[in-house]
């Protein structure tokens, strides 16, 4: 799986659990996920790249079933410090507002990935499913090649989230980066529908 993709993925999947305390979340039963959509946002010669992502079905519902499958490319090795500034945007009455870095969740810059990984899944932990089975790293570093990620299935449990996202748009940009270089760009944009 692609990088940047791995990235954005463990920010929204793990991330948000492992660190938020509890006071800002609130419990949502039902939550769905509408019109996902990706592009890279990168200059045209950055080196990480997400080639495919496609997720289905649309809506994708919170518990629930999602299929995925990526792929990407890097043309460097990915190795620490590997920094992602995440700029998160809502749209309010017609304009995009940019949603504060709160309990390391919204607009963050995150120093080392590398270092959140390895905290997430100790060296010597298989990695997680389905990376374990196709071969797929989850810890720096990342060598430069190809990576694709089958279609796959994921169980999304019940999630509490952050209590300021709220039903509404929302687009996310995350930039990688090593040492001051670029290495890649990746937008996402999608629509929160909870009770
Ligand atoms: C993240 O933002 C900081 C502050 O604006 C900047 O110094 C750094 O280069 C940025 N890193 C990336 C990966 O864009």
Excluded at 32 to 58: H, M, Y
Excluded at 86 to 105: D, M, Q, S
Aim: charged fraction near 20%; aromatic fraction near 6%; proline fraction near 9%.
């Amino acid at each position: 799986m692609d990088r940047v993709l791995f990235v954005t993925l463990s920010l929204v999947v793990f991330i948000t659990p492992v660190t938020s305390s509890t006071s800002g979340l609130r419990s949502v039963t039902k939550a769905q996920i509408l019109g996902f959509e990706w592009k890279n946002c990168g200059a045209p010669e950055a080196p990480a790249v997400l080639k495919t992502l496609t997720v289905s079905p649309d809506p994708i519902s919170i518990p629930g079933d999602l299929q995925a499958s990526a792929s990407g490319t890097t043309s460097v090795e990915l190795a620490a410090p590997l920094a992602v500034n995440v700029t998160l945007e809502k749209e309010v009455a017609g304009f995009w507002v940019k949603v504060p870095c709160v309990e390391e969740v919204g607009s963050c810059h995150y120093k080392d990935v590398c270092d959140l990984l390895t905290q997430l899944i100790p060296p010597g932990q298989d990695c997680p499913e389905p990376l374990h089975t196709y071969g797929l790293p989850c810890r720096c570093p990342f060598k430069a090649g190809s990576y694709s990620l089958p279609p796959s299935d994921f169980d999304l449990p019940v999630m509490d989230l952050p209590s300021w996202l709220t039903n509404g748009d929302y687009r996310v940009q995350g930039v990688l980066g090593s040492r001051d270089r670029e290495l890649g760009c990746l937008k996402l944009s999608l629509s929160l529908r909870s009770d």
